[in-house]
């Protein structure tokens, strides 16, 4: 595990789901946690099991003035901030046809937040030793006809990792992505109705280690990428996906097995459409 003892991180989004545990990853290896987020009373809840060495504090980070005070409430709660962790997340979609005011309400979330949250984060990090992590998703990297803001701000937030690892690179602090593939997390919960077994099945029909992933193994990389033992890494991603995204639309399978799927509807003889 990490050692992130002696260092204090504030976590967006962190109130439930990847965010929540990602709180609990870096708190379980040493670090203090300011968690933050909109769900008030979940964040309290999850400060409160958590005991030292964590607290709650609401921040919407399309309030410039929120960040500042939660930046600031940082280091004089716990003396000092080494690192943020960029999780809050807007899931606000209608695909294509998704309205203006929602692609500004969630870009406003998904991009632009976190990038003003990290330029004024600055002022407080180490330099060196500073760290930020932005938490990508395979949908940033891929097509989906039936996503808009969720993967554009999630391709945007990618994209502002390289930026900011080229900006803030000669102040020694580090900027790098972490992505995860289908994770077992509440949004996957919902389309599954709690079946984790469901879950697994559709996973390693995509995955090559054959089943989704778990909320747990991001934040382990998570906690990586903030420690010493990253202190190498910057401006990359960091895929948490189980492969899923280094096989591409043929899932590996190559031609063949898809022609061979497809065989049965053509006539052998003739090839002519099977009229079956």
């Not at 079946?195 to 089943?211: H, I, K, Y």
């Not at 420690?227 to 995204?245: I, K, M, R, T």
Request: proline share 5%; hydrophobic share 45%; with cysteine.
């Amino acid at each position: 595990m990490a050692d992130l003892r002696n260092r204090v991180f504030l976590v967006t989004g962190a109130t439930h789901s990847i965010g929540e545990y990602i709180a609990r990853g870096l708190h379980a290896a040493g670090a203090a946690v300011m968690i933050t987020g909109i769900e008030d009373d979940k964040g309290r809840a999850v400060a409160e099991t958590l005991g030292a060495r964590a607290t709650y504090r609401h921040l919407d980070i399309r309030s410039d003035e929120e960040i500042d005070a939660r930046l600031a409430e940082t280091v004089s709660v716990f003396g000092r901030l080494d690192g943020i962790v960029n999780c809050a997340c807007s899931y606000l979609d209608n695909g294509i046809a998704t309205a203006r005011a929602d692609w500004l309400a969630a870009l406003d979330v998904n991009v632009v937040g976190a990038a003003i949250l990290t330029q004024k984060a600055v002022a407080y990090l180490p330099k060196p030793g500073g760290v930020v992590v932005n938490i990508g998703s395979v949908a940033g990297k891929f097509g989906n006809g039936f996503r808009g803001p969720y993967s554009v701000g999630k391709a945007g937030l990618m994209h502002f990792t390289r930026l900011a690892a080229v900006a803030l690179g000669p102040q020694g602090i580090r900027v790098v992505t972490v992505s995860p593939g289908w994770t077992w997390s509440p949004p996957m919960e919902g389309m599954t109705a709690n079946n984790r077994d469901l879950a697994d099945r559709a996973g390693a029909d995509v995955t090559p280690l054959g089943r989704v992933g778990r909320m747990e193994e991001v934040a382990n990389v998570v906690a990586f990428a903030c420690s010493d033992e990253a202190s190498w890494v910057n401006g990359c991603d960091l895929p948490v996906d189980g492969g899923f995204s280094m096989m591409g639309p043929d899932q590996g399978l190559g031609p063949r097995h898809w022609c061979n799927q497809h065989a049965g509807e053509f006539a052998v003889d003739a090839g002519q459409p099977n009229p079956k």
